[in-house]
Each structure stands twice: as C-alpha cells, then as structure tokens.
Nanobody, 127 residues
Framework: QVLLAESGGGLVQAGASLRLSCLVS????????????MGWFRQPPGEEREFVGR????????YYADSVKGRFTIARDNAENTVYLQMNNLKPEDTAVYYC????????????????WGQGTQVTVSS
C-alpha cells in the first residue's frame, strides 16, 4: 500500500511563492526509481482535476503543463521519500486543491493513469 501525504498549502497574495511537499510511504524511492512517476495535479473550485507536472522515477526529468511552465518546479529527494512542488509568482487562477499522485509506469498526464493519490492541500491565491 502506497500512501501519499501533501502539505504546505495556504493562503497567499498574487506574486508570492509556496512549496508543497508530498511524503511517500509504503515504498522506497531508490528501489523503484526506474519504474514509477510522481505527478502533481490540481482541482480548481467547480472544475475537473488537471495536470500540473510530473517527474520521472528513473531520470528525475520533470515535465510541466503550459499553464505553470517557468513558474513551477518539481523536485524529488529520494533519501526523504519526498517530492516537492515549488510554486513561484502565484496567480489567482492557481487557486485549487493540489494533489500528488503515484503511477507505476512511465509518465502520463491523465488522472486516471495514476494509481495512488494523496488527500490534497488547499492553495488559495488572492489578487
């Protein structure tokens, strides 16, 4: 059983930064680094869940949605079994519940492709 726990959300003003963390338990990153992907998604109020970015288990190469490219950065710390989402220059349209997700396999951008999910953390950006 893989468990994911996000933290770091909050209420900030436009232009501010936040760093979200996703602690992964139930597996060791180092042992599965070649066969999994960690993804970040968000769900704005009244909308469907959408892809934010992902990072590969083998190479650690990140991939981002166009809406966040250049502002958000994904990184992983295998020693801490943690994945981070650094969000800079936040905009009101970034307001959403943010989720991390785990996929046993190569990269994907659709929520249905991911096997395990965290409970989400709220990010609210005021104008």
């Amino acid at each position: 059983q893989v468990l994911l726990a996000e933290s770091g959300g909050g209420l900030v003003q436009a232009g501010a930064s936040l760093r979200l963390s996703c602690l992964v338990s139930g597996l060791v990153f180092g042992r599965t680094s070649s066969i999994h992907t960690m993804g970040w998604f968000r769900q704005p109020p009244g909308e469907e869940r959408e892809f934010v970015g992902r990072i590969a288990g083998s190479s650690g190469s990140p991939y981002y949605a166009d809406s966040v490219k250049g502002r958000f950065t994904i990184a992983r710390d295998n020693a801490e079994n943690t994945v981070y989402l650094q969000m800079n220059n936040l905009k009101p349209e970034d307001t959403a519940v943010y989720y991390c997700a785990f996929r046993r396999g190569l990269g994907a951008i659709t929520p249905a492709a991911y096997d395990y999910w965290g409970q989400g953390t709220q990010v609210t950006v005021s104008s």
